[in-house]
């Protein structure tokens, strides 16, 4: 199986599915086909500003989570918010039987009805 990163798997407009070759290495028109891995780094590498809201979970000070002066949706603004390995786009894991141009474009269209709900 494989895990790529919800936004970008949301994001793609095709999809290819796995072992077909050097097709598999290449983008369509607007997003690339990637694959997730962890990677070692004192920061979070998946961050982008505004996206994540902070929790005791993924929040790297917790004293601020609820502390009766926080906005009433507040956002992490800065990688040093955030824990280094907090999930804050969403994986998505397929396993080898999903992992087909038929398979992706199934998850895609049921993800995509349920992101519009």
Not at 72 to 83: I, L, T
Not at 100 to 105: C, M, P, Q, S, Y
Request: hydrophobic fraction near 30%.
């Amino acid at each position: 199986g494989k895990l790529v990163k919800l936004t970008h798997f949301l994001d793609a407009e095709t999809s290819t599915p796995e072992g077909e070759g050097e097709q598999q290495q290449q983008c369509n028109n607007n997003h690339p086909k990637e694959f997730y891995t962890y990677l070692a780094s004192p920061t979070n590498l998946d961050f982008i500003p505004g996206s994540a809201t902070p929790t005791k979970h993924n929040c790297r000070d917790t004293t601020t989570i609820n502390d009766g002066n926080m906005q009433p949706d507040p956002r992490a603004m800065s990688v040093d918010d955030v824990k280094p390995y907090s999930n804050l786009c969403g994986l998505v894991a397929m396993g080898r039987e999903w992992n087909t141009a038929e398979g992706i474009t199934k998850i895609q269209d049921a993800m995509r009805r349920a992101a519009a709900r």
